[in-house]
Structures are given as C-alpha cells and as structure tokens.
C-alpha cells in the first residue's frame, strides 16, 4: 500500500518521540501532522523544549532522564503501537533513557538522529558513541549527510560516500540505514542499505525555497509505513513519493516554509 493522506489504516498506532519546536516547522509537531495526514493515530513523548528560530537555536532544555523513560514506557503501554520514532534526543543521557525504555519492544523503530537545526544550531549535548548505542536497538536510522558523517567521523560529501556510510554503519551493528542526500548535487538521491543489500533511490530535485522539517516528515512517513507493514524498501520510497509532493506545496509561514 502507498502513502498518500487518509489512505493508511487508522487502526496504525505510533509513538513519536522527539523535541519540541516552538515555531512546528519540525520536531514532534511536524511529526503528529504528518502521522495525522497519513491516517495514523499517534501519542507524542517530548525529549526537550527548544527555544528557537529560522536564523539560531537560543537554547534547549532537555527532559531528566528518568521523565523521559517514564513518559515513553507509558506511551508505549497506553498506545500499543507497532512501531516508534525517534527524533531529537538533545543528549547522551537522554539517548541512553530511550534505549532503555524500549528495550523488550517487539516493534519497529525508526531513528532519525537529529543534531543540528536547519539554522546550523546545535541541537545534541553528547558523543557519537551514544547515538550509535540507540541506532543499534533501531530498524532504520536515517541521518543526513552532516549526522553520517559526525557519526563516522568522517566527511560525507558525495553519492560515493554516502553509500560508504550506509554501508559503514549498518557495519557498525545498525540494521538498516537510510543516508539522505538532499543536500548531494543533481537528484535527490538518498542510499538505503541493509544487511541484504543496498539500493540507491533517487526522485529529481524540486526546484523552489527549501522548507523546513523534512527530515522528520520523511522518517515519520516511514514509520507509519512500516507500522502499517510494509516492507522496509516499500516504505521509504512510498515515502520519499509523498514527501517530494509536500515539498512541491510547501507553504510559507512568517519568514519561513513550512511543508
């Protein structure tokens, strides 16, 4: 089954754990409406409330560990969801409350390892060594071009490398990795790997303002794909087909372009 609005399942249960946005450009208010707009009923855990705009992060405030865990293992029982996603963290501790909460889950998790803002701020207090301790407990991790290579510790710049990654981290104990190269020149070519394979997945670009919160659009569309039983490949390109027609009608709010 595609994804297109209304046509998933609404008996399709998902917990979005992630940062608050002020402005809902991206973090778990984007997440809820794109879950909303592809027929998925979703319960939203926040990680950290951001202080923030399309120019600078001014601060982030990050949930105790033991909230969070709290929070998510009551999610988790409340919601009975078939599959997770995770965005922001804001840090290693909080990384570390998530692993430990869904630890014994017998669902999908998609992990999107959000670590800087569109405006270029900071929005992760901790080592890679931590984030990759979640990724490994995830289906897909889906990092960008900048959050492979911190993760690697090594540029990621180019198609070659980007598939080197992919490859690199699914090496490193990840089930399935999904680098976005939205930022690659010529088509938007993201790399899928996975222990079977790897596929290189490309739409042409969409000319126009780039708006922000596609990131977590894209891994939010992919969970409630997977939530709703697709298969992994299905589901990101099902996925990557609804995001492209997003961003062709991204709208403007304030100084900013929201999907």
Not at 99 to 128: C, I, N, Q, T, W
Request: glycine content about 14%; overall charge neutral; hydrophobic content about 45%.
């Amino acid at each position: 089954m595609g994804l297109s609005s209304g046509n998933i399942a609404s008996h399709v249960n998902i917990v979005l754990v992630g940062g608050l946005d002020p402005g809902s450009g991206a973090g778990i208010l984007r997440d809820l409406r794109a879950a909303d707009e592809l027929g998925a009923h979703a319960v939203v855990v926040a990680t950290c409330i951001t202080e923030q705009d399309s120019t600078s992060v001014a601060s982030v405030e990050g949930r105790a560990p033991a909230q969070v865990i709290r929070s998510l293992s009551a999610a988790l029982i409340r919601a009975q969801p078939a599959c997770v996603k995770i965005g922001m963290v804001a840090n290693g501790g909080i990384a570390g409350a998530i692993a430990h909460a869904l630890a014994g889950f017998a669902g999908k998790v998609v992990f999107d390892p959000v670590l800087r803002a569109s405006s270029g701020g900071s929005l992760y207090d901790g080592d890679a060594a931590q984030i990759l301790e979640l990724a490994r407990s995830a289906s897909l991790l889906t990092p960008n071009l900048g959050e492979a290579a911190w993760l690697l510790g090594r540029p990621v710049e180019s198609l070659t490398d980007a598939v080197a990654a992919a490859r690199d981290l699914v090496a490193l104990g990840c089930a399935a990795v999904l680098v976005k190269g939205g930022h690659l020149a010529g088509d938007a070519s993201d790399v899928l790997c996975w222990g079977g394979g790897l596929r290189v997945l490309s739409h042409p670009r969409i000319e126009g303002p780039s708006p922000r919160g596609t990131g977590c659009a894209l891994a939010t569309a992919i969970a409630v794909g997977l939530g709703g039983g697709q298969r992994l490949e299905s589901a990101v390109e099902s996925a990557k087909t609804w995001l492209s027609a997003k961003i062709a009608s991204a709208t403007k709010v304030g100084n900013e372009w929201h999907l």
